[in-house]
């Protein structure tokens, strides 16, 4: 019981996911700012921001829910910190794995997006539920193809659904991404990460330029910076998932940890270039885009991971 | 109070108010932003939400029409907030001083805490103003 404690609140839990997700945005940041020539923010400014916005007064609206308000974000946190968890034993310790853990991440990793939602309808604020139910459109749109890729890693490991299973697989067989039918589904959950992340070509829910930041438009103080800490954490722990599942995750000796941490910095930099590369979407070009072109890609990946290529 | 403190010095969020300016002051707000002075190495940022803001800055003479707007504004923002008056206008009333529909200048409605004056401020200025502001804070 203290060997979970321990490992949800220190290790691979709370505190390692909010330290590296600090780190992930601080690069996320600098990178951005040596692509438009700029100089940057220094590695210790996300913390900064946080302990900030804790010092600050927090207001609840008047005609807003006010209990709904100040547990959404703190759910949203617990949800991340659990996937964490989930995933970095399985990467440590692959025989931990339960039978159906991918569909306990998967339908974990949905949560934080959820409680953005709940918290944006929770605000009473126009322009928060405007961004609220445009989130809620988005998951409905990118669900449907991240689901049918990471059908892929499932079918190719031999119909097994745990996290462990595929990573040993992987590990006798070869990654995911070395085939056909692995690369086309990796780029379809790059994309529908993107959107998982809420970074710039479908930061649609949060468009600061029209609708200022949607559903985080009420939140001041602490509360605010719990969802920001949120979203940092889903930056270090998606791609995470992406990387083992597809990429044949991180071997724990000698120089294979620095090979798996590049792994994870290379996903970060193409999440950074498409963010950098990309003007927003709207809405309903989103969901074109993800049950269109997205939907007929995992399709066409499914078919050939059962035909074995 | 101290680490609390020392945050806010390294991370101030600016909410930027146009109170009837003549887009001058505006622009050069945005100047500071770009690649030559990138004032986002300091940890400044501009956010679109007052509940999200540090700075308080206010360009132009307060007009009587968003007089009512400012002082909802003020009340709105989460405190400690710092009110900057930003160029000749909101410092002073400016070339505006005598107008009809002139209600300000800012610091007779909302206290102030730094003045830069200008029209419109040239980004040093703003910078030079920061740094002071910041030994102030």
Same mark, same amino acid.
């Given at each position: 019981?203290?060997?979970?404690?321990?490992?949800?609140?220190?290790?691979?839990?709370?505190?390692?996911?909010?330290?590296?997700?600090?780190?992930?945005?601080?690069?996320?940041?600098?990178?951005?700012?040596?692509? +438009?020539?700029?100089?940057?923010?220094?590695?210790? +400014?996300?913390?900064?921001?946080?302990?900030?916005?804790?010092?600050?007064?927090?207001?609840?609206?008047?005609?807003?829910?006010?209990?709904?308000? &100040?547990?959404?974000?703190?759910?949203?946190?617990?949800?991340?910190?659990?996937?964490?968890?989930?995933?970095?034993?399985?990467?440590?310790?692959?025989?931990?794995?339960?039978?159906?853990?991918?569909?306990?991440?998967?339908?974990?990793?949905?949560? *934080?997006?959820?409680?953005?939602?709940?918290?944006?309808?929770?605000?009473?604020?126009?322009?928060?539920?405007?961004?609220?139910?445009?989130?809620?459109?988005?998951? &409905?749109?990118?669900?449907?193809?991240?689901?049918?890729?990471?059908?892929? *890693?499932?079918?190719?490991?031999?119909?097994?659904?745990?996290?462990?299973?595929?990573?040993?697989? +992987?590990?006798?067989?070869?990654?995911?991404?070395?085939?056909?039918?692995?690369?086309?589904?990796?780029?379809?959950?790059?994309?529908?990460?993107?959107?998982?992340?809420?970074?710039?070509?479908? @930061?649609?829910?949060?468009?600061?330029?029209?609708?200022?930041?949607?559903?985080?438009?009420?939140?001041?103080?602490?509360?605010?910076?719990?969802?920001?800490?949120?979203?940092?954490?889903?930056?270090?722990?998606?791609?995470?998932?992406?990387?083992?599942?597809?990429?044949?995750?991180?071997?724990?000796?000698?120089?294979?940890?620095?090979?798996?941490?590049?792994?994870?910095? &290379?996903?970060?930099?193409?999440?950074?270039?498409?963010?950098?590369?990309?003007?927003?979407?709207?809405? @309903? +070009?989103?969901?074109?885009?993800?049950?269109? *072109?997205?939907?007929?890609?995992?399709?066409?990946?499914?078919?050939?991971?059962? &035909?074995?290529? | 109070?101290?680490?609390?403190?020392?945050?806010?010095?390294?991370?101030?969020?600016?909410?930027?108010?146009?109170?009837?300016?003549? =887009?001058?002051?505006?622009?050069?707000?945005? #100047?500071?932003?770009?690649?030559?002075? #990138?004032?986002?190495?300091?940890?400044?940022?501009?956010?679109?939400?007052?509940?999200?803001? #540090?700075?308080?800055?206010?360009?132009?003479?307060?007009?009587?029409?968003?007089?009512?707007?400012?002082?909802?504004?003020? =009340?709105?923002?989460?405190?400690?907030?710092?009110?900057?008056?930003?160029?000749?206008?909101?410092?002073?009333?400016?070339?505006?001083?005598?107008?009809?529909?002139?209600?300000?200048?800012?610091?007779?409605?909302?206290?102030? #805490?730094?003045?830069?004056?200008?029209?419109?401020?040239?980004?040093?200025?703003?910078?030079?103003?920061?740094?002071?502001?910041?030994?102030?804070?």
């Amino acid at each position: 019981m203290t060997d979970y404690i321990v490992q949800y609140f220190i290790f691979p839990g709370f505190l390692f996911t909010a330290a590296a997700g600090l780190i992930a945005s601080w690069i996320d940041r600098k990178v951005t700012a040596r692509i +438009q020539w700029r100089v940057g923010p220094p590695l210790l +400014q996300p913390l900064y921001d946080l302990v900030k916005l804790m010092g600050k007064e927090t207001i609840v609206p008047k005609s807003g829910s006010k209990m709904t308000f &100040l547990i959404a974000p703190l759910a949203g946190l617990a949800t991340i910190t659990l996937v964490s968890m989930l995933i970095w034993r399985v990467l440590i310790w692959p025989s931990q794995s339960f039978v159906g853990d991918l569909i306990v991440v998967f339908y974990l990793m949905a949560i *934080p997006s959820i409680t953005l939602i709940i918290s944006g309808a929770a605000s009473a604020n126009p322009l928060a539920s405007l961004g609220a139910s445009r989130e809620m459109k988005l998951i &409905l749109a990118y669900e449907l193809p991240f689901i049918l890729a990471i059908l892929v *890693p499932v079918i190719q490991a031999g119909g097994q659904i745990g996290l462990g299973e595929i990573l040993i697989w +992987q590990w006798n067989n070869g990654t995911v991404v070395g085939s056909w039918s692995g690369i086309i589904a990796f780029i379809v959950a790059i994309l529908c990460m993107q959107a998982k992340l809420g970074l710039v070509p479908f @930061d649609i829910a949060e468009a600061e330029t029209e609708i200022v930041s949607g559903p985080f438009i009420e939140y001041t103080g602490t509360p605010l910076a719990v969802h920001k800490l949120t979203r940092l954490m889903m930056l270090f722990v998606i791609p995470m998932f992406l990387v083992t599942i597809f990429m044949g995750g991180i071997i724990f000796s000698g120089w294979h940890i620095l090979w798996g941490i590049l792994k994870y910095v &290379l996903l970060l930099v193409i999440i950074i270039l498409i963010r950098n590369t990309n003007p927003r979407v709207r809405i @309903d +070009q989103a969901i074109w885009f993800f049950w269109g *072109p997205m939907t007929i890609l995992a399709i066409l990946a499914v078919v050939l991971a059962m &035909l074995g290529l | 109070m101290g680490i609390k403190f020392k945050a806010l010095k390294k991370s101030l969020w600016v909410f930027h108010l146009s109170t009837g300016s003549c =887009n001058n002051c505006d622009i050069e707000i945005l #100047d500071c932003i770009t690649p030559r002075y #990138d004032l986002e190495r300091f940890g400044i940022k501009k956010v679109g939400s007052i509940r999200h803001a #540090d700075v308080l800055l206010v360009t132009g003479i307060v007009t009587k029409q968003v007089l009512p707007r400012l002082k909802k504004l003020y =009340n709105q923002a989460p405190k400690p907030i710092v009110v900057i008056a930003f160029g000749a206008c909101a410092s002073s009333g400016g070339i505006f001083a005598d107008s009809y529909n002139m209600a300000g200048p800012l610091d007779k409605i909302i206290p102030v #805490d730094a003045y830069i004056p200008g029209c419109p401020p040239k980004p040093e200025a703003i910078i030079a103003a920061v740094a002071k502001l910041l030994k102030k804070l």
